[in-house]
């Protein structure tokens, strides 16, 4: 009975000890996470709505006018010091760009080899027009952001670099260096920014960032980067054309101004993962503890076990 105490005793040590030991690395590694996280300085505007003139009661005709201006003007102030490079982001909300259809409507074989740009059968409804097809064709192409953003800070105008925002594997492997745009935007209904026909798809970031198609309806995408420090209370005015529209489904609009860390951009998640497993961890190596001291297992009666009994006790 004493040998059998001493095991599962040793068990319970075992179990107690592997939950220690994860509270132990995870607590530091989420407290570490959230420290950089929090470092991480954010300037968001949603602009959506404010650069829609108070006159217009209906958003989407506004939207779909052409001969409405849609320059619109807004100022950022910067709330704490930000170091380069400050990377741009646009942000869209209730977009879905993980829908099946959606994401289906494109051909990668055409991206990649100038030779078959004919290859538009999975591109409905945006494969062909007048006969002859559409490169790159497809609903996520056609519909690719087409808002811009100029940016002056001290009466002097900030460079957005908007080279390597991509992935580097996306312009050597997914996208041709001998493709070129062809009738792209040219149909009755247009869907976003058009593509320079003289500019191979592999120099195109901007469409190589939007054909990574986003896993969740709200996300960001990189725009490009400011080289230039910016202090606190520095007030950025930005002068932004208003053209993509989402007030056709209720999406919303942000722009985001972000600085970086080692861990990159700002996310709390990752910390409080890892702050959450360890803590529990903690909880159940010292519930286990004082279980076992206030009331212990107690030990069965070995007389009860069947291979221990005799034949008349059956």
């Known amino acids: 009975m004493f040998e059998r105490l001493t095991v599962g005793f040793a068990y319970l040590m075992q179990v107690i000890s592997v939950f220690l030991l994860v509270g132990i690395i995870f607590v530091p590694i989420g407290l570490v996470s959230l420290m950089a996280s929090r470092k991480v300085v954010e300037v968001v505007d949603r602009y959506d709505d404010a650069c829609v003139p108070d006159n217009m009661t209906d958003k989407l005709a506004y939207i779909q006018n052409s001969t409405i201006p849609k320059t619109c003007t807004r ?10 490079p400050i990377f741009v982001y646009y942000q869209l909300d209730n977009f879905y760009q993980n829908h099946r259809r959606y ?28 006969g002859t097809a559409i490169v790159p064709c497809g609903l996520i192409a056609w519909s690719i952001f087409n808002d811009t953003y100029a940016f002056v800070h001290n009466s002097k105008t900030l460079t957005v670099n908007k080279s390597d925002i991509s992935w580097k594997s996306d312009r050597e492997h997914k996208f041709g260096s001998n493709v070129f745009p062809k009738n792209f935007q040219k149909g009755a209904l ?4 058009a593509l320079d026909p003289n500019l ?3 120099k195109q970031e901007d469409l190589i960032v939007w054909m990574r198609t986003a896993a969740l309806p709200t996300f960001r995408k990189l725009y490009g980067r400011i080289l230039v420090d910016l202090k606190q209370n520095d ?11 989402t007030y056709s ?3 919303k ?3 985001v101004l972000s600085t970086s860390t080692w861990l990159g951009g ?3 998640f990752l910390g409080l993962a890892y702050l959450t497993v360890g803590a529990l961890c903690f909880f159940l190596a010292f519930t286990f503890t004082l279980l076992y001291l206030i009331k212990p297992r107690k030990l069965g009666d070995s007389n009860y076990l069947s291979w221990n009994r005799s034949p008349a006790g059956r």
């Open 266 to 268: 700002k996310n709390d």
């Open 235 to 245: 007030t950025i005015t930005v002068t932004l054309e208003n053209n993509y529209n």
């Open 200 to 202: 191979p798809l592999s």
């Open 249 to 251: 489904f209720g999406g």
């Open 103 to 130: 994401v289906k409507s494109r051909s990668d074989t055409q991206l990649r080899d100038a030779n078959k740009a004919n290859d538009t059968s999975t591109c409905d409804p945006e494969g062909m027009i007048n």
């Open 190 to 193: 247009i869907g976003g920014k």
């Open 253 to 255: 609009k942000k722009l």
């Open 75 to 84: 100022t950022l102030k910067v709330p704490k010091d930000m170091n380069s």
